[in-house]
Nanobody
Framework: QVQLVESGGGLVQPGGSLRLSCAASGSMFGIVFMGWYRQAPGKQRNLVAS????????NYADSVKGRFTISRDNAKNTVYLQMNSLKPEDTAVYYC????????WGQGTQVTVSS
């Protein structure tokens, strides 16, 4: 069993930055995928960024390319999402997901971009 705890969300002005963290506890055996998703009110949950544990290959939604960076710290079982040049349309609840033999979701952290 893996438990995920996200942190780092909050209120930020347009153009600002935030770094989200997702710390995992439990066995990481079989985990091959780590990703960040977001869900705005009334909208579906969409993939923002992902990283493959094996080779570190990353993937980004077009809307965040060049602004967001996903990374991981294997020693800490933690995945990060560095978000720069934030826009109001980035406002959403952000969830981390670990996947492989099983799928695990965090509880979500709110990111609000507003002046």
């Amino acid at each position: 069993q893996v438990q995920l705890v996200e942190s780092g969300g909050g209120l930020v002005q347009p153009g600002g930055s935030l770094r989200l963290s997702c710390a995992a506890s439990g066995s990481m055996f079989g985990i091959v995928f780590m990703g960040w998703y977001r869900q705005a009110p009334g909208k579906q949950r969409n993939l923002v960024a992902s990283i493959i544990t094996g080779g570190g290959s990353t993937n980004y939604a077009d809307s965040v390319k060049g602004r967001f960076t996903i990374s991981r710290d294997n020693a800490k079982n933690t995945v990060y999402l560095q978000m720069n040049s934030l826009k109001p349309e980035d406002t959403a609840v952000y969830y981390c997901k670990f996947g492989g033999l099983k799928t695990y979701w965090g509880q979500g952290t709110q990111v609000t971009v507003s002046s």
